[in-house]
């Protein structure tokens, strides 16, 4: 299985918005509404931010939201703040019943 | 509040098994409701699903680990664990194990994660 696609690195001032996106296939992101996203700090165990595309976890800001589109996914999140400078991560299920994972983004607040 | 707890060897040889535990508290991995599975991540890299086990019996692996992979579990001290055969040097990673809701499938609770180094 491949990973996803994700940009490497995406930048944004703070109080804008930035949007990374996910690509996959029909066999995965385009086949089921199983796509979850995670944020990582260094030296920090990834958090789950958004599951099912667009679902928020109780906790997480509305800054940060989830869509799809065909076989790409995306989050975005408004209002950036110092904080939101992370990597971050989409994972999708697949239809071979297995997980797989984008190949990770950096956000720069700058 | 669910923990997870990865705990075994920092340091294994090449060609040896990894072995890795993680002791759940808070809630038990017998429920029906959930797979508990086992992910990494290379220094400075991305993260890797490497399987998961639904304690009522069925496992999945990813198909380029498969073949040497075992996850099992034991329900009477609330821990699951990985072994990891043949390793090289590219199995040199954080281990990283997690709670997988059946209702959404993603990954909802994280332990902190433990470094394994595969070295002589």
């Known amino acids: 299985q491949s990973a996803l696609t994700q940009p490497a690195s995406v930048s944004g001032s703070p109080g804008q918005s930035s949007t990374i996106s996910c690509a996959g296939t029909?066999?995965?992101?385009?086949?089921?509404?199983?796509v979850s996203w995670y944020q990582q700090h260094p030296g920090k165990a990834p958090k789950l931010l958004i599951y099912?595309?667009?679902n928020r976890p109780s906790g997480v800001s509305n800054r940060f939201s989830g869509s799809k589109s065909g076989n790409t996914a995306s989050l975005t999140i408004s209002g950036l703040q110092a904080e939101d400078e992370a990597d971050y991560y989409c994972?999708?299920?697949?239809?071979?019943?297995?997980?797989?994972f984008g190949g990770g983004t950096k956000l720069t607040v700058l | 509040q669910v923990q997870l707890q990865e705990s075994g060897p920092g340091l294994v040889k090449p060609s040896q098994t990894l072995s890795l535990t993680c002791t759940v508290s808070?809630?038990?991995?017998?429920?029906?409701?959930?797979?508990w599975s086992w992910i990494r991540q290379p220094a400075g890299k991305g993260l890797e699903w490497i399987g998961r086990?639904?304690?009522?019996?069925?496992?999945t692996y990813n198909p380029s680990l498969k073949s040497r992979i075992t996850i099992s579990a034991d329900t009477s001290k609330n821990q699951f664990s990985l072994r990891l055969s043949s390793v090289t040097a590219a199995d040199t990673a954080v281990y990283y194990c997690?709670?997988?809701?059946?209702?959404?499938?993603?990954?909802?609770?994280w332990g902190q994660g433990t470094l394994v180094t595969v070295s002589s």
């Open positions: 997690a709670r997988l809701p059946m209702a959404g499938l993603h990954f909802d609770y």
């Open positions: 808070g809630g038990s991995i017998s429920s029906s409701n959930y797979y």
């Open positions: 086990i639904y304690t009522r019996g069925s496992t």
């Open positions: 029909s066999s995965d992101v385009g086949g089921y509404n199983y």
């Open positions: 099912e595309v667009s």
């Open positions: 994972s999708s299920f697949t239809s071979s019943s297995t997980w797989v």
